[in-house]
Every structure is written in C-alpha cells, then in structure tokens.
C-alpha cells in the first residue's frame, strides 16, 4: 500500500495545484480581485493592523473567499464570503497551507500540502498554524465556514488560513448552526442568496494549544443582505466555552463585543433602508434552531458526541492471514502475484487520478464557457434593455415635443395679430386733415414736376447767358487794357483791311 499512499500524496499535491492563496502587499489597499465579497467592495474597517496578513483566496483560477489571518496568534481574524453552502459536517476534511506566510521570500505562489511544504519553504510553521500543531490535543482544525473549494464530498479541501482549534463537539455544533441557519434562514430571505455577503471571525483568548494556535474566545457571523429595500443585517456568535446555543445578535452589538470596535459592513448594510419584517421571520428560524440545539443537548451525553466522531477508528481490522494455513505452492504463486497486484493497484490509482483531474479540468472549462456565455447574454440583454428605454424615452417625448412646437406656432401668431391690432388703433388715433394731406401729396407733387422743371431749365439758361456775356466782357476789357498801355509806350496798332494788326 505504500504505492498506494504516494499515489494519493501525488493526487492531493496535484489539487493543491489549482489552488492560489494571493498575498497583498502592504502598500496595496484592500483584498485586490477578493474586494468583491465584501459589501459595496468595502473591507470591515478597524480590524486590520500591520502585523496581519491579507490573503485573497483563490481556486482553479477564481477568488473563492478573502481572509485577514494574525501570524501572532496563528488564527484568522476574518474571512468573507458570497453566500454558499457550507460542507456537510460528516466529511473528512483535508487543508492545505500557505507558503509565503512562513517564507514571503518563497516562490510558491500556490497552496501546498503540508508534507511537499517541509522540503520547499523555509521557516514552516513560524507564522502560522500545522497539523502537527493539534496532534495530542483536545482540539481539531475547525474551520470558521467550511467552504469546500474542491468538488469532493468526502474529503473537501480547506485551506488552514481559515481554521481555529475547536474542540470535537464545538466543530460539530458550529458547522450544524451554519447549515441551518443558511439553509432555512439566511438565503432563503435574501434573493436565494444572490445579495447575501457573510464575514466570520474569531476573538482569541489567553489560551492556546502547545502555546502557539491561540483558542478562540467566541466565534462570529455577520450577515448582510443587500436586496435593493429588502434588505437587512443580522449577526451571531457562539462562545467556545459554557455556552450551549448559537446567539443572535444586531450588527452594532456585535461590532462592541469585537476588539477596536469595527465597522463590519458599509454603511452599516443599508441600515435607514433594512426591512424589519424579514428580520423578524429570521429571528423565528433562529429561534427554532436555537429549540433544536437545546432538545439536541439535553438528549446526547458527551461521550455521544464523542462516539460519533470516533466511528471511523471502531471499524473492523481486517483479519490476519492464518499460518501455516496454505500450501508452499499457494506461498510461491502468492509471492510471484504479488508484483503484478502491485502494478495492477499502481495503474489503478494512475487512471483514476488522471479521470478525476480531467473530470475536474473538465468541469472548470464547462464553468468558464457556462460564465463567459452568461455574461455575454447578460451583456447583450442590458444592451437590448438600455436600447429600448432609449427608444421608449424618444417616443414618449414626441408628444411634448409636438406640443411645444404648437404653442410656440400660436404664440408667434398671436403677436402677429396684436401687432396688426396696435398698428390699425395707431393709424384711427392720426387727424382726419393729416390723413388727407398724406393722400393728396402725391398728386400735388405729380402736379408740381413740369413747372419745376421748366424753371430749372430756364435757369440753366440763365446761368449759362450770364457765364457767357461774364466771358465776352472779360475778354474785351482786356484788350481794351492791353491797347491802352500799346498806346501809352508809342506803339501804333493798325488794323488791315483783313482785321489783322
């Protein structure tokens, strides 16, 4: 069998191959891609501190979860989810861990399983919590929601960033009140789940297990429903010693009983627009789980509850061979099976290893062409939606477009005719005589162009005379001046019988 168990090793590692536990650095705000599963993408503020490691949980190329997780105390301070459903409490769980919480130096950007991690990252088990750290002790691996990230029920894979020592009865009754109040609860009154966002944590206490996983005091959940005025905000809590049931309490409550009293979710869920009637139908669900849990406990022993966990020890070992039972031939043919029983159960496990990771390689491609065709259709009907509102919206407005354009046409007519209206009163309100005046000065000027034009051109006959006899008489005074001073200075001017001098 020890092929068998390599085999397996092999198959778990192989697993842990798709799972990516995303470190943010300290100069990064919030939970990078994981952001989304907080409300309005907003992380609890108050909670965080240097000294915690911000860790955005990843699997088969998806963010599953996001946890802030306290190297101090080995132990998450929260983790968030969108609503799922938790794995059952009967299955064998398995957890992976994270390298680069031990060695921030390491390469390995992906979870591995705590045997492959003893050989690769230096410093193991410095900074956060091993299996090996719970071995002899009262306490288990308890996963503060155990959300399986692999699709197989009997034995889901968790990482241990998520987990906190609880003890067998605890881990039990926790994971119950999770399913119950999820199921029958939580999603059913919050849109099927679709709206609902879920962050649970844990209060260390002063004790510890080996002096290096700290206890928690009491674990919490906190739920926001984000329905759009149904909406609501609910929280839990249960404490890890001398409590027997699931307490539920308000968000605001709960926020004061936490360490640097935080703000959980943003705006408090949409507290002024929560409604208060599905709060009430809650509360009764809580109040039923809360009966069943007391009617559990008081009918079961804890040596009850410890058989139940212990069933798996109590099977039957198988029978030892009888000696000197069987032939030397049965013994020589034995010995000559056993290398090909060998090979037989080695090709076995191969194949079924390399169908439960095609299977899986399988399911993952499904899923993204699943999503990617989702989003197409969602894409192209809010398209189609946007585009017939647009649309909707121009018709309506056609109407009151036409109206207005009328009123306008009316209004422009209207000043027309009061114009028209004030020019006739203006003309009535003139004197009768100006009227007649105004009338008859055509004619009278029509009457008056001959006249004028006949002394305009004796005019003109005038002035032209006189500028003629004004140049003959020049002229002549002259050379009546000029004789006259011929005369004076002895000169005799003749004329000839031609007229010339």
Same mark, same amino acid.
């Given at each position: 069998?020890?092929?068998a168990?390599?085999l397996?090793l092999?198959? @778990?590692?192989?697993?842990?191959? %798709? @799972?990516?536990?995303?470190?943010?650095?300290?100069?990064?705000?919030?939970?990078?891609?994981?952001?989304?599963?907080?409300?309005?993408?907003t992380?609890?503020?108050?909670?965080?501190?240097?000294?915690?490691?911000?860790?955005?949980?990843?699997?088969?190329?998806?963010?599953?979860?996001?946890?802030?997780?306290?190297?101090?105390?080995?132990?998450?301070?929260?983790?968030?989810?969108?609503?799922?459903?938790?794995?059952?409490?009967?299955?064998?769980?398995?957890?992976l861990?994270?390298?680069q919480?031990?060695?921030?130096?390491?390469?390995?950007?992906?979870?591995?399983?705590?045997?492959?991690?003893?050989?690769?990252?230096?410093?193991?088990?410095?900074?956060?919590?091993?299996?090996?750290?719970?071995?002899?002790?009262?306490?288990?691996?308890?996963?503060l929601?155990?959300?399986? %990230?692999?699709?197989?029920?009997?034995?889901?894979?968790?990482?241990?960033?998520?987990?906190?020592?609880?003890?067998?009865?605890?881990?039990?009754?926790?994971?119950?009140?999770?399913?119950?109040?999820?199921?029958?609860?939580?999603?059913?009154?919050?849109?099927?789940?679709?709206?609902?966002?879920?962050?649970?944590?844990?209060?260390?206490?002063?004790?510890?297990?080996?002096?290096?996983?700290?206890?928690?005091?009491?674990?919490?959940?906190?739920?926001?429903?984000?329905?759009?005025?149904?909406?609501?905000?609910?929280?839990?809590?249960?404490?890890? *010693?001398?409590?027997?049931?699931?307490?539920?309490?308000?968000?605001?409550?709960?926020?004061?009983?936490?360490?640097?009293?935080?703000?959980?979710?943003?705006?408090?869920?949409?507290?002024?627009?929560?409604?208060?009637?599905?709060?009430?139908?809650?509360?009764?669900?809580?109040?039923?789980?809360?009966?069943?849990?007391?009617a559990?406990?008081?009918?079961?022993?804890?040596?009850?509850?410890?058989?139940?966990?212990?069933?798996?020890?109590? %099977?039957?070992?198988?029978?030892?061979?009888?000696?000197?039972?069987?032939?030397?031939?049965?013994?020589?043919?034995?010995?000559?099976?056993?290398?090909?029983?060998?090979?037989?159960?080695?090709?076995?496990?191969?194949?079924?290893?390399?169908?439960?990771?095609?299977?899986?390689?399988?399911?993952?491609?499904?899923?993204?062409?699943i999503?990617?065709?989702?989003?197409?259709?969602?894409?192209?009907?809010?398209?189609?939606?946007?585009? @017939?509102?647009?649309?909707? *919206?121009?018709?309506?407005?056609?109407?009151?477009?036409?109206?207005?354009?009328?009123?306008?046409?009316?209004?422009?007519?209207?000043?027309?005719?009061?114009?028209l209206?004030?020019?006739?009163?203006?003309?009535?309100?003139?004197?009768?005589?100006?009227?007649?005046?105004v009338?008859?000065?055509?004619?009278?000027?029509?009457?008056?162009?001959?006249?004028?034009?006949?002394?305009?051109?004796?005019?003109?006959?005038?002035? %032209?005379?006189?500028?003629?006899?004004?140049?003959?008489?020049?002229?002549?005074?002259?050379?009546?001046?000029?004789?006259?001073?011929?005369?004076?200075?002895?000169?005799?001017?003749?004329?000839?019988?031609?007229?010339? @001098?």
């Open positions: 069998m020890g092929c168990r390599w397996a092999g198959g @778990l590692l192989a697993l842990a191959g %798709l @799972l990516q536990a995303r470190l943010l650095l300290p100069q990064q705000a919030g939970f990078g891609e994981c952001d989304r599963f907080f409300y309005e993408g992380p609890p503020a108050g909670l965080a501190t240097d000294a915690h490691v911000r860790i955005c949980q990843r699997f088969a190329g998806s963010e599953r979860f996001a946890t802030l997780y306290s190297p101090v105390h080995r132990i998450p301070v929260f983790s968030a989810f969108r609503a799922a459903h938790p794995a059952p409490r009967s299955a064998e769980q398995h957890g861990l994270e390298p919480i031990d060695d921030p130096d390491s390469s390995l950007e992906e979870v591995i399983d705590e045997a492959a991690a003893v050989t690769s990252v230096n410093n193991l088990g410095s900074k956060q919590a091993l299996k090996a750290d719970y071995l002899d002790s009262d306490y288990e691996i308890g996963q929601y155990p959300l399986p %990230l692999n699709d197989d029920p009997q034995m889901p894979t968790f990482p241990l960033t998520n987990s906190v020592p609880m003890t067998r009865s605890f881990r039990e009754r926790w994971h119950m009140n999770l399913n119950s109040l999820l199921d029958r609860a939580l999603i059913p009154h919050c849109n099927d789940g679709q709206d609902l966002y879920i962050i649970t944590g844990a209060v260390p206490s002063d004790n510890s297990v080996k002096g290096k996983v700290a206890i928690p005091e009491f674990v919490w959940l906190a739920a926001c429903c984000a329905v759009p005025g149904g909406g609501w905000a609910m929280g839990f809590l249960k404490h890890t *010693q001398g409590s027997e049931v699931i307490e539920d309490v308000m968000v605001r409550d709960l926020e004061k009983l936490l360490p640097q009293k935080p703000q959980l979710f943003r705006d408090n869920c949409g507290e002024t627009e929560q409604d208060t009637e599905k709060m009430k139908k809650i509360l009764e669900v809580v109040n039923q789980v809360q009966d069943e849990e007391r559990l406990r008081s009918h079961e022993s804890p040596s009850a509850l410890d058989s139940t966990g212990s069933q798996r020890s109590a %099977l039957p070992a198988p029978e030892a061979p009888q000696e000197g039972g069987g032939s030397l031939l049965g013994k020589v043919l034995g010995f000559l099976a056993t290398p090909f029983v060998k090979l037989f159960q080695l090709v076995y496990y191969l194949v079924i290893a390399v169908i439960r990771n095609i299977v899986h390689l399988l399911w993952f491609v499904a899923k993204q062409v999503k990617g065709i989702e989003s197409f259709l969602y894409r192209l009907g809010a398209g189609a939606v946007s585009y @017939l509102v647009t649309i909707g *919206q121009e018709l309506v407005g056609i109407p009151w477009k036409v109206l207005r354009v009328v009123a306008k046409v009316i209004r422009a007519f209207l000043r027309i005719l009061c114009c209206l004030k020019a006739v009163c203006r003309a009535l309100s003139i004197p009768l005589r100006v009227l007649v005046d009338a008859t000065f055509p004619v009278y000027t029509v009457g008056a162009i001959p006249t004028v034009c006949k002394d305009i051109a004796v005019g003109l006959g005038g002035t %032209l005379s006189l500028l003629l006899d004004t140049a003959f008489g020049t002229m002549g005074g002259l050379f009546q001046v000029v004789f006259s001073v011929l005369r004076r200075i002895g000169y005799k001017v003749t004329f000839d019988n031609s007229g010339e @001098l």
